[in-house]
């Protein structure tokens, strides 16, 4: 009996190493396993030939999705390369000793070219790469913020806003070069759309009392929004124009900070349940709002649905401020590290947030899966950055 | 000990919205506030990369967004911040429901309103730096709601009065303890005349 299974381990184990052989993106099954979020190892790199930026902008674009840089002796991937000029780079497998890259990069900054060299790389082990990315960001500086947008890792930031007002929560069009966000501008809180292409830019949503916390829904047709015109502050969708309002709650209670599941159906916000904070849940063309459970936790806002559609990440409120994530239909949540307003990147598993820390705020990175966090410092025009928002 | 502080707190907040159930008008009952003209702008320049907006605005009304138009635009209202400045109604820990020793304010607004006919106010909303940033918009926002529907229930016209919420955003108290974040949980009176009263 006990040989028997031994027996069959070992058929499992060969079968497991001649089936890795074959495709580099099935040896990475050995790094996925079943464990909830913050709970799992990071792929341990070496890297040898890089030096100065290039070895820096590549050690940080890696750690924020999930790997950590070790000896050749206890790396699963090696990278070797050099960066006299342009990016080469190769990455080969210790296993197997394939060859997963190897490419020579030309054009742009060595930054730029370090960015493509770690996306090729993560997509080469089947995942989705991240590090040309943009976010849209809230910088404040005096009693002004303005809306800015940088690269991932908070290079060549910029102010994109200059109403000399408040500029608060930017939410990208999905797929497009352009924003959504409330400017107090015109002496109230209106929203706003804003093509960073032309530059052109209207009020989208200037109905009376405030127009808060705009979000895009993933297909590009809808925005939800709280609006507070007919006398208390409920959620509201619209058409894309700006056309078709229409208000799905209509409670004696609140509601806050409204984002979309990724097949554009529902939108989950911060709401109360017999005065207990909760996320819901509603259909986007109006219906009955639905409890999202987030066992474990108290008074949950900022949601943010991953485009794979599997978590929800949100706040806790009410004590330290700390990162949560739960499985999108509810169930018990985890509780990450310390920050507020989270938002999801293009691969599902990093996270963007804000951190309060000595009287300013700065913007965090987040791998869920290892729970490696990494605080954005390298910023220009603001001294305080809050309110981030991955473009996706 | 700061957790008992805060447990203490977050009682005391709890047993103040219980409270105020009770009396909490449902949002049927709550009177709509009149809109603005849309705008559009496009930048002066664009040889930045991303265009920035340093535009001066255009009216436009082909934007095919239906507003209730509101007959006042205040924007170009002169303000004035000191003549209510003694009336700045305090709010409870995460609460937007007036307190009864805070009902006289809403009294002297009001009455000064009646006698100024023609007159219109502004509410702002503010809360204390606990709780997120667009959490504590739509709270500010509430709180601004409140003493507008408070105003109106003392017979100010729904159309002078509007509202606008900061949220956490321009506290008076740059502290970050109790003294503080009870200055700073706030409801603010603007007067606003109209611009052709002002002229000498």
Redesign the interface.
Known sequence: MKKFTLFKHAIFVIGLLAFGASAYSQIEITNIQPVGPGLAKPIYLSMTGLTGEAAQVLQFDLYVQGFAFTNAEGAQFLISGSNNGNLQARVTDKYNKGTLVAKAYSGGSIRRQVHAFADDFVQAIGRKGIAQTKIAFRGDAG?E?EIY?ADFDGANA?????DHS?V??PCWVPGH?ALFY?S?K?????IFY??????????F??????N??PAVSPDGSKVAM?L???????LYVCNI???G?LRLT???Q????PCWSPDSKWICY?AKDH?RRTLSKIPATGGTARVIRTGGTGSP??PDWSPDGKWIAF?T???D?QICVVPADGGEATVLVEG??PSWAPNSRTLICTRRTAGRTVLSLLDVPTKQVKDISRFSGSSSQ??PSWAR | MKLTK?TNL?VLGLVL??AA?GC?????D??????????????ES?N???????AS?TE?TN??????Q?TND??TWPENREVFAAYTVHFAFDSSTVRKGEESKLASVADYMKKHAGDAVRVEGYCDE??????N??????R??ALR?GLIHLGISQNMV?????GF??PLEPGHNEAAWSKNRRGEFILLTPPAKVAP
């Open positions: 009693a913020s947008i910029q102010a994109v806003t200059r408040l608060v929560a070069l409330t107090y015109l002496n109230h809180p209106d804003h093509n960073l292409s032309t530059g052109e830019r209207k009020t949503a200037r109905y009376g009392g405030s808060l916390s709280i507070s015109k007919d006398g208390w502050t409920d124009d700006g056309s309002l209509k409670s004696p609140d509601e806050s900070s911060a005065e806002t900022e706040t409120l009410y004590r401020f507020e307003d809050s309110q | 805060f977050l919205t219980v159930v909490r008008k449902r949002p049927e709550l009177s709509r506030i009149p809109g603005y003209k849309p705008m559009t702008e496009v930048a664009t930045s990369e991303y265009g920035l907006t340093n605005g436009s934007l095919g967004v239906a507003y209730a509101s205040f924007r606990r709780g997120t940033a667009e959490y918009r739509a709270l500010g926002e509430r601004a709601l529907e509007e509202t606008i919420s900061y955003d321009r």
